[in-house]
């Protein structure tokens, strides 16, 4: 079975404090990929990024990171100099490689509110 | 610009009512997704198409209904027989084709329903 774990419900930082969010999956599948999307409160789900599960570099965007381990079964997300504009729910996801199913799992996400 | 677009935005109806919920996208994507969303909580596959005329049923299909007479098109429509329908519902596109299950999906705005 597949499953996302998010352990942080919430998460409250002051504003230029680097925040990591954390995203734990379970998969027997050899390929997957995994995703981090972002929820403001207009309540779109905004796509950040997406890793296939042959790809353990890191990866950075402007003030994001995102940590790839196969070895512990995480995909964390970092915000370096969080800004209040980070404020939103953000949820780790997880797709199975072969096609048939089409289904993506999400996990619980994690609420970050970023205080000026 | 290409998007995805779902109206309304916020949706009364009484209970006993069927409603329907539009989704359009103009990105020439195959594939299409309905996700419902509870407060604190993940998304729920409820419906998804891979191809006009064709639908299948996700892990909460009950008391819901979907068609796909056009590319662009994914109407869902929300039955008497959803025991609790208040939720927030999200539409989504992917390329699909090939790459139908594992390619990322784009979501809209969505759409917030309130049974009174």
């Known amino acids: 079975a597949q499953k996302v774990t998010q352990a942080q419900t919430e998460i409250s930082v002051v504003e230029k404090e680097d925040v990591t969010l954390d995203c734990v999956y379970e998969?027997?599948?050899?390929?997957?990929?995994l995703f981090w999307y972002k929820q403001p409160p207009s309540g779109e789900l905004v796509f950040l990024i997406r890793?296939?599960?042959?790809?353990?570099q890191n990866e950075i965007s402007g003030r994001y990171s995102w940590n790839f381990q196969k070895s512990t079964s995480s995909f964390n997300f970092t915000i370096t100099a969080s800004q209040v504009v980070d404020s939103a729910v953000y949820f780790c996801?997880?797709?199975?490689?072969?096609?048939?199913?089409?289904?993506?799992?999400f996990g619980s996400g994690t609420r970050l509110s970023i205080r000026p | 610009d290409g998007g995805i677009t779902q109206s309304p935005k916020y949706l009364f109806r009484k209970e006993g009512q069927n409603v329907t919920l539009s989704c359009e996208q103009n990105?020439?994507?195959?594939?299409m997704y309905w996700y419902r969303q509870d407060p604190g909580q993940g998304l729920r596959l409820i419906y998804y198409s891979q191809i006009v005329n064709d639908f299948q049923k996700g892990d909460i299909a009950e008391g819901y209904s979907v068609s796909r007479e056009k590319k662009e098109s994914f109407p869902l429509t929300v039955t008497s027989a959803q025991k609790n329908p208040t939720a927030f519902y999200l539409c989504?596109?992917?390329?699909?084709?090939?790459?139908?299950?594992?390619?990322?999906?784009?979501f809209g705005p969505g759409t917030r329903l309130t049974v009174l």
């Open positions: 890793r296939n599960s042959f790809d353990e």
């Open positions: 989504a596109s992917s390329i699909g084709g090939l790459l139908i299950g594992t390619d990322t999906q784009y």
């Open positions: 998969t027997r599948d050899t390929t997957y990929y």
């Open positions: 996801a997880l797709i199975k490689g072969d096609s048939s199913a089409s289904k993506i799992i």
């Open positions: 990105l020439n994507h195959d594939a």
